[in-house]
Each structure stands twice: as structure tokens, then as C-alpha cells.
């Protein structure tokens, strides 16, 4: 599950949990991947090796190439998302960390705190929001649809718990 709840590292927060989105394919698999298709499509060029059709097919095959190890680069980088969520006796905090490095931060009583599951009407199936001191945050948005359903259970349990 990418996300979890972490041993806190303060005396003062009780709960803390970390969430993140999944990564599937690691170093190792980025680099076999781009060796592979690199291997797949430089095959046709072996018959005409030698000629001028190889000059002409080649920069297209590293063109083709160079536009997958792109494309899975930033996907990567757009995936670098880390959302934590703190729960103190007097304050609630949700701290968003964005790809491009911009932090946005909500703060709240966790008295007050509102966990909604949002079935439809959301900008995807069963969006969390939490609820409390004249807003209304996403949490979670980047799990899958049942990592949220676990997700606004889990928050739910603990937020009842804590009141």
C-alpha cells in the first residue's frame, strides 16, 4: 500500500502517515526496459547495414527511443509526490510536497477534522477530502480507487478514535 502510518519521530505527534504514488517500474527495470526496445527496434537495421537506408532508418530508431526514455522520466519525476499527514493532541496538519518542489500546507484541530469519501463528483471515483477550520483538502488523490477506499476507512477509524 504507498501509504502508511510511521513510528512519530516528535514526543508531541501522535500519528503521523506518509502517502506516495505507486512506482512499478524501478532503476533496474527502466534500464532493461530501454535496452530491450532499443534491441527490438535496431533489429531491421541489421539486413541493411552497411547501405544508405541504414543512415536513413537509424535517427529514427534513436529518435524513438530517446522519446520513450523521456516520456518515463517524466513520468517519474511527475510521480514525486509526498503528502504527510501529522496528528497532534492540538493540531491536525496535512503538508503536501509537489513535483516541481512547492509545499502546501493545512492546518486544523483534529477535534474538528471531517473525513469524506466523495463516491462521484470528484475529479476521480471515491476521492477523499478531510474537512475542518473553513476548508475542504484532498488527501490521496493519486491512489488507485480501492487504496482510497482503504484509505477514507482507515482515516475514518482514526479520527473516531481520537475523539
Not at 147 to 155: G, I, P, T, V, W
Request: glycine share 6%; hydrophobic share 40%.
Amino acid at each position: 500500500m504507498p501509504y502508511e502510518w510511521t513510528p512519530p519521530t516528535d514526543s508531541e505527534i501522535e500519528h503521523q502517515m506518509d502517502l506516495w504514488p505507486y512506482g512499478s517500474l524501478p532503476n533496474k527495470g527502466f534500464a532493461a526496459f530501454i535496452m530491450t526496445t532499443f534491441t527490438l527496434l535496431s533489429l531491421p537495421l541489421y539486413v541493411v547495414m552497411g547501405t544508405l537506408v541504414f543512415w536513413g532508418l537509424f535517427p529514427f530508431i534513436l529518435l524513438a527511443v530517446w522519446g520513450i526514455w523521456f516520456a518515463l522520466r517524466k513520468n517519474v519525476r511527475d510521480r514525486s509526490i509526498l503528502e504527510r499527514l501529522s496528528i497532534q493532541a492540538q493540531e491536525c496538519t496535512l503538508t503536501r510536497q509537489n513535483p516541481k518542489g512547492d509545499v502546501q500546507n493545512w492546518n486544523c484541530n483534529p477535534f474538528w477534522v471531517r473525513v469524506h469519501l466523495h463516491e462521484t463528483g470528484g475529479p476521480v471515483p471515491n476521492y477523499v477530502t478531510l474537512s475542518g477550520n473553513g476548508r475542504e483538502v484532498e488527501i490521496g488523490a493519486f491512489l488507485s480507487e480501492d487504496e482510497r477506499k482503504a484509505l477514507y476507512q482507515d482515516l475514518k477509524d482514526r479520527f473516531h478514535a481520537y475523539r
